[in-house]
């Protein structure tokens, strides 16, 4: 009976194992397209945009294009009390890498020391997330529900400020 359950035991850690190195794996090649991303200077189009009718103080959003395609798009929110920045990255105009930056000031003036900063990077494949990390986490696993209700949200978002390019909304 030992043997059976230390079997089991080996098979089911050779399993998990390989399912993260799998994900390491995934997680590095995207690392990779992200720095080759950032370091390119040579862009055949970078456009500004400021978006009007917003629910913030200012809205600004900037894309980074290279054979006709959005490679890389910024996204800046100012609110009351909060900055947002979100960075999004595309290969073959699927998002693969998305990184928000949210800054909160507990109060509106000009007291810096109550300012809070959280942060997700979020991982895709096939535009489906595969793996986020929050900067309060400590680095937990998020369950499957919860990757496929966070990506969706964030595959929308960009789908709306893509729409919003396209369709030449005002600017």
């Known amino acids: 009976m030992k043997a059976i359950f230390f079997i089991i035991t080996l098979i089911s850690f050779n399993f998990l194992l390989s399912q993260n190195l799998h994900l ?21 189009a970078v456009n500004n945009y400021e978006i009007e009718n917003f629910s913030s103080n200012n809205a600004t959003l900037k894309t980074y ?20 920045e979100n960075v999004y990255y595309f290969d073959n105009d699927f998002l693969i890498y998305a990184f928000e930056k949210e800054i909160s ?12 900063e959280q942060t997700y990077k979020s991982y895709f494949e096939e535009e489906k997330l595969m793996r986020q990390f929050d900067s309060s986490d400590a680095g937990c696993l998020f369950s499957n ?27």
């Not at 490679?71 to 009390?81: D, G, I, L, P, Q």
């Not at 969706?152 to 369709?167: A, F, Q, T, Y």
């Open 24 to 44: 390491d794996s995934s997680l590095k090649k995207i690392n990779v397209k992200i720095e080759k991303i950032d370091t390119t200077r040579d862009w055949d």
């Open 65 to 84: 294009n290279k054979k006709g395609e959005i490679v890389k798009m910024v996204f800046e929110a100012n609110y009351s009390t909060i900055k947002k």
């Open 105 to 116: 000031n507990i109060i509106s003036n000009d007291i810096d020391d109550l300012a809070s």
């Open 145 to 171: 529900d919860y990757l496929k209700a966070a990506g969706s949200s964030i595959v929308d978002e960009v789908g709306v400020l893509k729409s919003l390019i396209v369709s030449g909304a005002k600017f």
